[in-house]
């Protein structure tokens, strides 16, 4: 059966020929793969960018995750349109606007990818191929930890790292419950990445305050601008002083929620102040994980409906290593994404 892929025809693809730093990844012509049994290929148009990607770079990854063979292409988010189908997959695919998260198997930083059938969810109408990819995999992740958290309309949700990729999609979801939120950012070049975050859902209910977690007065600030009250909820995905502070703001009764360390440092944290506060701590990434695919479903529904607009930030597909870059000095603005047809 044809799989409408003509022999010999070439792509441009990010190919990682050794571990290292983003220098490794080098934009090469190669072979477009041709899918197999329950396979689709996919001509990318977004391809999610994410730290455990250049954990992988660097061949660091924990445990869990095995360094790869190499040479390899990296990318395990993507979007696109089906190019051709598998010989024992429905034709009707072909043309549909797609996103899967195709886990360890990766090849995403390329023109055209392998995506398993069963993998591909249908793009809602009118979703901007970046902010699906930005739902795919850091999307699923928001929604395990919204279920942890579980925002109510009087919280004031603390969350270091709002403007990262998962932290900017927390935020929407808390205010989309109608709470206030206190986004903390790295520097002035990310104050408009966490400001835009209240006007990018449609649905946001709640109030927002911006902070700037490198002055070390913020939590002083915080203070005056909730008007003594305290945060009820902090979801810290950073860590270090920032994490600490944050612990430290917090108000009796309140949730904890550890997602990351990003400073390096994981947030410390005693039984003295889990007791003298009444706190309650949640690790909802450590567990076996849940039903992926429903998680996913869901944070493709909460993009559709306006709860969450990640911010993106895009990058061509031959400028990975910037991409990578990014993410590892901290100049992330949202959600990184590659656009292979350029910006
Ligand atoms: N995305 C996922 O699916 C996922 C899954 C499991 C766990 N996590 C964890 O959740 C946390 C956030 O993930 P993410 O995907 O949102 O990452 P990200 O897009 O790279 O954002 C991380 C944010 O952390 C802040 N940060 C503070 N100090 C930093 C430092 N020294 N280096 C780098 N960033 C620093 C940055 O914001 P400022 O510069 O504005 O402070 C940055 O925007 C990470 O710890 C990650 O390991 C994420």
């Known amino acids: 059966m044809s799989t409408g892929v003509e022999e010999e025809r070439t792509m441009r693809a990010i190919v990682q020929r050794e571990f290292g730093a983003s220098a490794v990844l080098k934009i090469e012509e190669v072979a477009v793969p041709e899918p197999g049994d329950g396979e689709v290929l996919v001509r990318v148009a977004a391809a999610g960018v994410h730290a455990v990607d250049t954990d992988i770079r660097r061949g660091e990854g924990p445990p869990s995750m095995p360094k790869p063979p190499l040479p390899m292409t990296p990318g395990r988010e993507v979007a696109g349109t089906v190019e051709a189908v598998g010989p024992d997959v429905d034709a009707a695919l072909l043309g549909a606007r797609v996103v899967a998260h195709v886990g360890f198997r990766s090849g995403g930083y390329a023109e055209f990818t392998i995506a398993p059938a069963a993998a591909l969810h249908a793009l809602p109408v009118g979703m901007p191929f970046p902010q699906a990819v930005a739902a795919i995999g850091t999307?699923?992740?928001a929604q395990?930890?919204?279920d942890s958290v579980e925002f109510r309309p009087d919280d004031v949700v603390i969350i270091p790292g709002a403007s990262g990729g998962l932290g900017s999609q927390l935020a929407q979801l808390a205010l989309s419950e109608g709470a206030t939120v206190v986004a903390l950012y790295g520097g002035e070049a990310k104050r408009a990445v966490v400001e835009q975050l209240a006007h990018g859902g449609r649905r946001s209910a709640g109030r927002m305050l911006t902070?700037?977690?490198t002055d070390d007065a913020w939590p002083e600030r915080m203070t005056e601008l909730l008007d003594g009250a305290q945060p009820s909820v902090l979801i810290d995905g950073v860590g270090g002083a920032?994490?600490?502070a944050a612990v430290e703001s917090l108000g009796r009764g309140a949730r904890v929620v550890i997602i990351g360390w990003s400073s390096?440092?994981?947030?410390?944290l005693d039984s003295a102040d889990i007791v003298e506060r009444s706190l309650t701590v949640a690790v909802p990434l450590g567990r076996a994980l849940p039903d992926l695919r429903a998680l996913e479903t869901r944070a493709l529904a909460a993009v559709?409906?306006?709860?969450?607009a990640p911010p993106v930030d895009e990058y061509r597909l031959d400028d990975a290593a910037s991409a990578h870059d990014a993410i590892e000095q901290r100049r992330q603005r949202g959600k990184v994404v590659l656009v292979p047809s350029g910006l």
């Open 139 to 141: 999307g699923r992740t």
């Open 144 to 146: 395990l930890v919204l």
């Open 211 to 213: 902070l700037d977690a």
């Open 242 to 244: 920032t994490g600490r």
């Open 264 to 268: 390096g440092e994981i947030v410390r």
């Open 304 to 308: 559709a409906e306006g709860r969450t």
